[in-house]
């Protein structure tokens, strides 16, 4: 069970007048990152889409789900990709993650993205062409 963990990051993240308990949110996600398994996958999607979320716990979160859920689930990583750069941050980590997904799994993830790309209703498009570019490099080797 991780809910202790993402509640301890949450709760981290705003411990009154702006502040963040900084390592007290990284030493709840080292907890969680020993313990998550692909069966977590579901409570760390709804944590990654929850209201309580900041950019960083976003970014967080993003790490555990790109390397355990992988192209299955891009489309609600670019989501909350999305919010981060709506809030003027540079998504680095985030976005290492994302490349580690076209990294690790190339066929895969072309596949889910041309797959999202077809929808008339998706709405991270230019996130998907740029994932892309990094699915196509890794294939040219």
Known sequence: MIEKELEAIFAGQD?????VDVDGVLRAFDRLM????KANLPTLISAIQ????????????SEPICNLGGSDHLEVLFAAAKLGEEEGHDNDGFN?????????EPAKCRAKLQELLARDDFKERDKAMWLLEFCEADNSN
């Not at 411990?15 to 502040?19: A, H």
């Not at 020993?34 to 398994?37: G, I, Y």
């Not at 290492?96 to 690790?104: D, M, Q, R």
């Open 15 to 19: 411990v009154g007048d702006g502040g």
């Open 34 to 37: 020993a313990k998550v398994t």
């Open 50 to 61: 929850s209201p309580r979320n900041n950019f960083w716990t976003r970014e967080l979160l």
């Open 96 to 104: 290492t993650h994302l490349i580690g997904i076209a990294s690790t």
